[in-house]
Every structure is written in C-alpha cells, then in structure tokens.
C-alpha cells in the first residue's frame, strides 16, 4: 500500500475542511497559531514513516498528554488506580463538573480533565515532588519518541492564570478526598504537562507502543505488558474524544486521543500509529479537519478495527 500517495490524497482532499471549525481561545496562548495549518504523519512498526504538510512544526499537545500519564499510572497502580479514576464514558463535556458532584468526586475515566488531574495526583503521590513527577512524564515521553521535548512556559502560565474550571475541579475532588497532594502542585504538573511541545512525527512515534502492546517495536523495551496497552486502546476508543467519543469511533473506528492544541493520535493494532494536526476545533473540542482526515484514512486504507 502506498501511504505517501494516501497522504497526498487526503491533504488535497481536505483543504476545504480547513477554515472549518475555532481554535481553542479559553486558553490565550493557544491562540497563537497558524489556523490553517495541517499535517499528517504515520510510523509503521517496522520504522517507516510517512509524513505530509507542516510534520515538523511543534503544537501543544495538552490532553494527549493524557494517554502518558495514565500508562504510567497504570504501570505504577494497577487496578488500584480503577478505585479513583473509572473506566466508564462520560458524555459529558470534558471538563463537566456536575457528573462529578453526583458521583462523589470520582471521575468516569482518565482522558476527561477530571480524570487527568486524578493520575497526575496520583504520580505526584509517587514521585514526591512536582518537580521529579514532571521530570519522570518528560523523560518517559522522551524515550517513547526518542527526542528531547519540553513545555511551553507561556501556554504554560496562561493555563495557570485562566485555568479556573480545572482549579474547580480539583477542589471539588478534593473535598471528597480523592485529591491527595496540595491542589496547587497537582494542578501546575498537569499543566506542565499538557503544554508540552511536540510535532506530528514525534507524536505518532510515541505512540508506537501502544499500537504494537507496550513494547517499543524498535528497542523492544516493554513500557507497559499487553494487557494495560489493551486498557489504554480501548479507553482511547471509548472515551478519547470527550462526549463525541462515540462519534469518532463511527466515523474513523481507531482508538484515539485528541487534544485541544489541535493534534490527534490514533493507532491501528500491530501496524502503525498516526498524529494529525488541525488546530481548528469542532464544537466538542476536537480538530475538526484532523477528525475528517482520519475518516478518509481508514476509508482509503481499509484499516479500521472494525
């Protein structure tokens, strides 16, 4: 199969898409981009890659950040985890507040805020500091793509600054308890972390592991056993798109997690992973550009799950 010609396909086959949808604005920073920008890459196991559009340019890769976290939690914690964090659907917004006042401060799943803020809690309890919990996402991060990354100190203090909904969620969860480190610290590890800078071809190589069950295909480092990479595929299926979840399972059929920079990851089981990037949002949060390129992916390639 020729997944350059694919490629060049899709980016001909999209570009109408591109002026559809708002960037992200709740967060100032991230309104600093080019809008139209889009780009594509995919790495196949074997470690061949293919790439199309702007590939190189590095974005905000915010909830993405998500699927790192909750791995190495889940390495840490086991089904521990499962106790404060669940693995339902939400269906709501990703940063509702009333499903988790009824449901006493314990989030659906890890990929909501909520349910971020939890894991990141989580690793703080584990690593002591905000400082070594950071360091050890950076560094795991780092080693899944093979490069040095960083975050962005002003995406950074302008979620610090205007991130008022997540502040009052982790109060709300830590007046049921389920927030065990100083608010404060929690929230500027998670932060940190979803204003981490990285570009589409780093992206889809971190998500190699995941699409071959946890093991580096390259080094054969085993990052996380088959059975936790199963858990993350099929949260990234059921729940990485926030309350449109469902509809992106219809629509592309790979697990998959966006963010609100504008990127998405997905990754085809024992093939490949891929990263899109379209900094245009739908009104669920997610790139609407990237969400149709994916869809005209798997349509052309014939390699949904389904």
Known sequence: MNYQTILEEIYEQIQPELTKGKVASYIPALKQVDSDDFAMSIHLLDGTSYNIGSYNKKFSIQSISKVFTFSMALELYSTKLYKRVWHEPSGNPFNSLIQLEYEKGIPRNPF?????????????SYYKTKEKAFEAINNFINKLCKEDIT????????????GFRNQALASLMKSFNNIKNPIENTLDTYFKQCSLMMNCEQLAKSMLYLANH?????????????SRAKRVNSLMLTCGHYDASGDFAFHVGLPGKSGV????VAVVPKKM????????????GNSH??????????????????
């Open 112 to 124: 909501i805020n909520a349910g971020a803020i939890v894991t990141t809690d989580t690793l703080l």
């Open 151 to 162: 975050y962005n100190k002003e995406i950074f203090d302008s979620e610090l600054k205007h």
């Open 214 to 226: 946890g093991e580096d295909p390259d080094t054969k480092e085993i990052y996380i056993n088959s």
């Open 261 to 264: 920079g504008g990127g998405i």
């Open 273 to 284: 992973s891929i990263c899109v990037y379209s900094p245009r949002l739908n009104a669920k």
């Open 289 to 306: 550009a990237g969400t149709k390129a994916l869809e005209l992916f798997t349509s052309k390639t014939k390699l949904s799950i389904f």
